[in-house]
């Protein structure tokens, strides 16, 4: 029997300022379709890139690609960027994080 065909929803944020948590929520509600009620904080982000169930747009993709620079939260070495960058660990979403050109 063929192997499935993953698909995937890649969101390039690259070139993006991405300084705090909330310009990550900011930049990544509209392309993952997050609903006005979203927690906005780590712990609601992992139940909706593992669980789903959240975002009818990450949900109907089997994995979530997500890439950022190298600057700002994804350069720094904080309890709130580690939470963040740790949320992407799972079969169903990758964080990609670029050296700035």
Known sequence: MPKKTETE????????????????????????GLPEWFGRNTEAWRDTIQTRGISDVIDSYDVLVVHVD?????AARNR?????RSAFAGRQSRLIVHEPS
């Open 70 to 74: 190298k600057r700002g939260v994804f």
């Open 9 to 32: 929803l890649e969101v390039d944020l690259r070139g993006r300022s991405i300084e705090t948590p909330d310009d990550f929520w900011d930049a990544i509600a509209g392309p993952c």
């Open 80 to 84: 709130e960027a580690r939470a963040l």
